[in-house]
């Protein structure tokens, strides 16, 4: 180790605290009359609560549409990486949920789905003070068992493009209601 | 907005809270004399702070070697998406983290990278009580202009594989020294 | 082997053969003055030949502008896999030649590039009577070392989509000319 | 058009021709009876004709087990792209094929199976004298409804990494046989 190094760890000011807070989610067999709009739509007008990671990270569903949906996150310190940037899986996180949501909207009630695949591409540092991102998501394919959906992610104050991305969803086809007793 | 929606939310215990901690990390010019790998070893050591995605999300790199990089992280309700799981974006993030690392590992004092591309393969969901996942990346092309790397996400307690994917990183060429004064 | 397959490996009606023809390129370096427009819009007009890989596959560029490219192919039987429709490959290489040249239709002359990466989401089966076959790609980012750009894959006569995906190039800064002799 | 790119049309030797021959592959319902595995060992023997896109490029799948596949293919002018090396799109269908056939490989007798997504990287150009390339398939996972699988291609002379990937797949659960006339 070098004395740089030692010089370096001096620089600190001290340790960083963060609280976060969420309520946790309802059984999402409880959703089980919606349509995957009706969900999304209800996250949106807080009446199912956010889920956790939203508020691990700091992000939230902010509009939905049938085959689109839009998140918009807060960038700061909490999500720093060694190189002194934001972190490429905060961005992944922010798309992989805007491409997931945009699928959602499009599915009936009773059908499920699961991201099977997402890729992202990271095309300009972001910084805690780049401000608010916007991550825009539209479905681009939604079959009986596959889904497609891209997505970008601008600054709001810039306009800029942050990152993009595309996703591979599974469709999961409704089960059978249970009898009932 | 169904009576079931309603019923649902009355199933919810209460707000959590969470509460992390980090501290922050010195400029990254204080490790110009240092090669990828002793950065990344000073930070398995405790010598340089890890970085406060980490705390946020709940993850540390375990183990770094010439061309390889392991990640170790622990799942928790706080990482969970609407649909009842671990948020495949926390996946994203420990493999991003591992692939990134893998290749840092081998760039010498003065070069950097930066990520530009990341695909994520997610084959099985991640629950609370899944418990500690390992995240292992191995380096597979480091070349003048473009490195990429392989990783897998596999349980500790089952070995079961929970996902994979690979990167592209730019590796970006040492620049001169700045003149002395 | 079961006696289904030798009652299949009866139904086939005789070998098919086919033939085609290309125009070596001339060395890149002839296009030395020339930017990357310049190069694409000299190919469209046959003042540069096509690739030989166009004519093996059956596809040519047929439209270019500053960030985007246009690449029209004809499905055949030619292109099958053995599952008895077109191989991804070919739509695989549709998307890389078009993603490509949109952004190499931004580069100035003298600077190069090559594709590190390419992500492709097939979402449709495409066969021979599928016809002509339209892929459109636009760029998303072009910097001074990464590039990304997206396309999509459509059917001339019904409009649907088919495929669609980005990539990651590499930007080659422009090196210095040879003195003169 | 610059006197330059005149110069260089000059320099062309003269149209090439190149024929290839396939076989018509019999309708896939006659494989009914044969698993994953047994079809492709057929076409390894030369039981089953190899599928006409592997003589349009040049390729065929030397081997097969169970989780793996491996393709072979040789390089030649015919593939190649307008930058004067070989196309992109043939290591993508390489890798597509093998990455394919690794799953197929696990796939019991009458559940078929199709490409979803397929991630290519190119590390290093490929020429015409690059000779054999090897590409090498494993099947990461194969689940009820979806399938990974990872592949590199490698040069059979030089030993070096020349492309990656990976893929999803959707498998398609058996549907019930036909009822008898």
């Not at 992989?96 to 699961?114: H, I, N």
């Not at 300009?124 to 539209?138: K, N, S």
């Not at 891209?150 to 595309?166: P, S």
């Amino acid at each position: 180790m070098t004395t740089d190094l030692r010089a370096a760890a001096r620089t600190a000011d001290g340790i960083r605290t963060r609280t976060h807070h969420w309520t946790p989610a309802p059984p999402a067999a409880s959703y089980t009359g919606l349509s995957g709009e009706q969900v999304l739509r209800a996250i949106v007008a807080g009446e199912i609560p956010a889920p956790p990671i939203a508020s691990t990270l700091g992000f939230r569903l902010a509009e939905v549409g049938p085959g689109s949906a839009v998140f918009e996150g807060t960038t700061g310190e909490h999500l720093y990486n060694p190189l002194g940037s934001v972190h490429g899986g905060y961005l992944a996180t922010l798309l992989d949920s805007a491409l997931g949501c945009a699928v959602m909207s499009l599915l009936p009630a009773g059908t499920g789905y699961t991201t099977t695949q997402l890729n992202v591409h990271l095309v300009r540092p972001v910084f805690a003070d780049t401000g608010l991102l916007r991550c825009e998501a539209l479905a681009l394919h939604v079959g009986r068992t596959v889904a497609t959906a891209e997505a970008r992610v601008t600054g709001v104050a810039d306009g800029r493009l942050y990152a993009h991305g595309t996703t591979t969803c599974a469709v999961l086809p409704p089960r059978p209601a249970p009898a009932a007793p």
